[in-house]
């Protein structure tokens, strides 16, 4: 890390850093993240028995296989920006502890700021499904995806791709709307009839996100640790409201 960030003082944010340019290997996971949901659509998997009696853990495994493949790909594609960045919040451990649980109040203000604006609520079909999993599937089976491969992958391709990288060719403004346009229309593209009011949680999700990543310099650890903090407070809360998926 430079002099200069080491003097800066705690609150102040993070000067921006370049990247390199895309790689065959940001490719090939981008690709396995669009691709392998389409190709997994067409499987005829009601025609399995097995999958009819199964609904959940057969949803289960086709999401850890898909956030799996690219959870790997990603990672050898990113992995010497992760190690730079988990160094450079090593530096200054209790800030970085304590910020985060800061952030994650933001998100969940500012969600429900959103959702307010928006008119209301709507469950979009990304939550629904999530919800379940937790009818079908034990805690321990989906915190991993949920926790580590999902935030991990999504903020590889909506983050690191759509800012840091992307901002080599377009306006980093151009970038944040991208990103996070393409965040929160991702997690309600499955929704019967789009609504404002299905996007809105997902949008002010994605605001925070997008501030996180910038405020801190292009931090992807910081962004997915944010990330993960507020899905594992999810995973806590849908398994503690129903009771009966703890006994599963």
């Known amino acids: ?17 370049r990247f390199g340019r895309f790689t065959p290997t940001d490719l ?29 853990i057969a949803s289960y495994l086709l999401n850890l296989g898909v956030y799996g493949v690219v959870f790997i790909v990603a990672s050898i594609a990113a ?17 970085t502890a304590g910020i985060l649980p800061l952030m994650l109040v933001a998100m969940l203000v500012v969600s429900a700021i959103a ?46 791709l759509m800012i840091g990288k992307l901002s080599r060719y377009l306006n980093r403004w151009v970038c944040y709307a991208l990103s996070l346009a393409f965040f929160a229309s991702l997690h309600t593209l499955s929704t019967a009839g789009f609504s404002i009011q299905a996007l809105a949680p ?11 990543y910038a405020w801190t310099g292009n ?3 910081f962004s997915i640790s944010l990330h993960a ?12 409201v129903d009771i009966s998926a703890l006994q599963s």
């Open 1 to 17: 890390m430079p002099p200069t960030a080491l003097r800066r003082r705690p609150g102040d944010p993070a000067p921006g850093r």
């Open 28 to 56: 090939a996971a981008v690709l396995l993240y669009v691709l392998l949901p389409i190709a997994v659509a067409f499987l005829p998997l009601e025609d399995s028995a097995w999958v009819r009696a199964h609904p959940e």
């Open 79 to 95: 992995h010497a920006y992760i190690a730079r960045d988990v160094r450079i919040l090593a530096t200054r451990p209790w800030f």
């Open 115 to 160: 959702v307010a604006l928006a008119g209301g609520l709507q469950v979009s079909q990304n939550q629904e499904s999530i919800q379940s999993l937790a009818q079908g599937i034990p805690w321990w089976f989906t915190a991993p995806l949920l926790v580590i491969l999902g935030p991990f992958v999504e903020e590889y391709v909506f983050r690191h």
């Open 202 to 212: 997902y949008l002010g999700l994605g605001a925070v996100l997008v501030f996180a």
């Open 219 to 221: 931090n992807l650890a």
């Open 229 to 240: 903090l507020k899905n594992l407070l999810s995973v806590i809360l849908i398994y503690a």
